[in-house]
């Protein structure tokens, strides 16, 4: 049955209705950055929530399971993350100081386009009208400022003051346990989906042989979604290997610290990076997408050849960490739509059963807004956005 605008208020509507005395019973089956966020506001919105993961919120397979994860506005022409970023980059800020303890750090990030600049320069009015803190720099002003950094080939550098980076799975824990403090309810279980019958999925199996009968559920399970849902989201998303290097500073050097902004590579080399968060070093990501994962059992041995890749990329853009050690690595995989665009749509057969995924490698940032969204579109707030319809795909 495909939902209509009417259905969408009709179930708002009926949660309403049900008033106090009964609860919407929401189940929301993935506690990283999606599916946390998406409990917390579902709670807040005045639903009962049952919480579930296999294996913990930003576990070590988890797409949010990293260290950290970098938060910026730079989006290209698309307005809608602009908006999203604002909206998470209050409310990471506002649960800081509700959970009192630190979520993001205002580090700034900056962007080093190359000979195309399209995107960055899309992106400059979007985040001025927002009222974002940027400047436009020159090489030469940007190498006065971060002498730790060689601009050979930049273009010109896009400084974005607000922007930072999060402390990945810590924040998805900060997450769950506000969500239980507020009286969420969380079960570490595997999940298997229950069938779809009459337009409506049945209740869900768990890992140990129980049952979950809920009204509404919402999977927002990163790159297993495809496996889970082979006929509505199947090849929609696809998971890819990712590396992630960290380089040990030198000794009592706090250059390659939080001395420095985030920074992301524009040009040809795809790199990102973020400069020692809690002494683990300095991080180097090639955003390039790796072959096909398996989350659950995928190796995550990283590869020598990557790793030289990271250092022969590190010590041409940042001299002072030339023959720096590898002190820690990564693997992790991207949960990619065929757009990288998000995927925050109703299950095209089933009226009671939502999907939230797709983060394509940049989703992280906007847990806060893409929970506070996904609750809107369960309790019947707000419509399915054609630009994360399932339908455009
Ligand atoms: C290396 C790397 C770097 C990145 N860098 C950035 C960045 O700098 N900035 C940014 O904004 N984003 C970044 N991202 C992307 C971002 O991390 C992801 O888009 C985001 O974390 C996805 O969150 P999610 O909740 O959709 O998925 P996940 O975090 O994978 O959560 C899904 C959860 O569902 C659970 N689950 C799955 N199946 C079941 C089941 N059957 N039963 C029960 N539980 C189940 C899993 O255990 C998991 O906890 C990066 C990603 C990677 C891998």
New binding site residues.
Partial sequence: MVPTRRSVFKAGAAMIAAGPQKKLHAAV????????WTALHLLRGGAQVTL????????S??????E????RATYGPDRIYVQMVVRSLALWREHEKRWNRPLYRQIGCIRMPGKDDRYEKAALPLMRDAGLAIEELTPREAGKRWPQIDFDGVAWVLHEKDAG??T?RRN?EAVLSGFVREGGEYRQ????PGSIAGGRMEGLSL?DNSRLDADVYVF?????LGK?FPGAIGERIQPTR?E?FFFGTPAGDPRFLEEMPAWIDGGDSGF?G?PGNEWRGFKI?DDGRGPAFD?TSGDRTPTPEGARAARRYMEHRFPGMKGAPLVEA?V????NSPDHHFILDRHPEAENVWL??G?????????PAVGEHVAELVLGKRQVDPFFALKRL
């Fill in positions: 089956v993935g506690a990283g950055a999606f599916g946390g579930l993961d296999a294996w913990g919120p930003g576990n397979r988890a797409s949010s399971g990293g950290t994860r970098i938060i980076f999060l990945a998805c279980r595997g999940v298997t890992s927002a399970c990163g790159p297993w889970l990712q992630i990102y973020i990501a989350p990564r992790c995989q991207y949960e939230a995924g983060g394509s490698g940049h989703g992280y940032k906007m847990g």
